[in-house]
């Protein structure tokens, strides 16, 4: 398994639980360092302990080089990352590139003339694995390989059981090659094996451009689902309408499902942002643009801006900010002081990648108000990703985050959060407005409690 990141550990992890023997390979030393030592570098609930057990198991070891770990093995899962390019929405193919480059230098060929099995779970572009393909066989006409594209469809804090339970595993392979039919047989035994409890009609087998195609696909539908979701919200807003019952009320039929109809801040993540304009790019360069991802791209990012002037315009009911040009006029009595409640992209990540926080606080921060950040597992990341900046406080619990907040906005749906009430929220904090762009809580409950509370899809009743 190449790459010891979110999708390698969890991946690798899991196989070795299926029964597979694996090593991860990690090139950046620090990384490797803890993994070897026992530590995780990520935070995913659960995968501490599965790595854990399947290492005290034997089935799975971490090792720097490729060369080391790849004699005797049958397969190499290519799981490292593919960002956006700089400037651009291509995505950046080099440590793929680099991966094809190692693989050339190291491999062998497997005894009894199989072929080495070299499976894409990267997330890269259709024509990726053809271009793999080429490439290897470019550098290695001797080697006996084949290339299969099997796209991960896991989600950060569910990790481990999306990969053990997945509604469904796609695996592209080219059809005409020698070696296709071995790779099927090998990849059905080991996501189907006896400890598994994956059977084959979960296997969705197709050519690799397919699932290659797939996954952007299966992505960019989820991000034009949230956005559809945070318009509507908007309209119930504006009209009176509940964002609750409408999604209830849609969700019921059966062809929408009634999952991925929660109003937030935005989308973020390490994938939705990055995949959606990887594939408008890819439309447009095969000449069949997708409007509807370019919309629900430029829909999203709209969105973050607005709801940071919806908060400066919530802050500037207490107090001008000291970027309003009356401020110098009115009785001042120092900065707004808001606690933000959540940084990461989601609930259980430490993930700040593409975060609407990274968008959103810069703005705040910009007109001149003061935040109190906290997030149970992401302060680390968002140290790294914000800096040190004037106004900018990393609250050392919850309760310091609160203490001087007169308005809190919330943008994570950490349970610890949803867990206050209304009423230990109000002790913890001297101000009474709330802006949830979340939902956590009862809106009647923060009205008794004696908030003003803002919060998405709902006018304030
Ligand atoms: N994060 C997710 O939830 C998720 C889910 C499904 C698919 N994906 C896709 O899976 C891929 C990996 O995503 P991620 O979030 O795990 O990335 P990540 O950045 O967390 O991890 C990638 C790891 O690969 C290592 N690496 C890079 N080149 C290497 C090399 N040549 N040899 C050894 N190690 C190398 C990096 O040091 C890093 O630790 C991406 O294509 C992503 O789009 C991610
Ligand atoms: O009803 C919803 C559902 C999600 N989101 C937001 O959408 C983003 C993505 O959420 P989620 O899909 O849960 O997170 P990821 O871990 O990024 O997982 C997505 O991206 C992965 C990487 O490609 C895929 O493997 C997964 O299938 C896909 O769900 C986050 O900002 C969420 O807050 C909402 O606002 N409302």
Redo the contacts with the bound molecule.
Sequence with gaps: M????????VSGACLAAFGAEVTV????PA?LARLQSGDV??YEPGLAALLERQRIAGRLSFC?H?AEALPGREAVFI?????ARRGSGH?DLR?VS??VE?LARCAENLPGGRELLVVM????PVGTGRDVARKLAELRPDLRFTVASN??????GE?INDFMQPDRVVIGLDGQRPGADRARAFLTRLYCSETSSLTPDRLAFMGLESAELT?YAANAFLALKVTFINEMADLCEASGGVIEEVARGMGLDPRIGAAFLQPGPGYG???FP??TRALATTARQKGTPMQLVETTIATNEARKRRLAERILALAATLRPLSSDPDAAERPQNGEVQIAVLGLAFKAGTD?MRDAPALTILPLLLEAGARLHLYDPQAMAQARTQLGQREGLTFAASLEDALAQAELVVVLTEWPLFRALTPQTLARLMPGRLVIDCRNLWPPEEMRAAGFTYHRLGRGLD
């Design positions: 190449i790459g010891g990141g979110y999708v390698g550990l390979i990690e090139q950046d990384r570098p990520i720097g490729l799981a490292v990352g593919t960002p995505a440590y680099q991966v190692e779970k990267s997330t890269v796209p991960e469809f896991l989600r950060e990790a996954k993540g390490s994938c990055k995949d993930d």
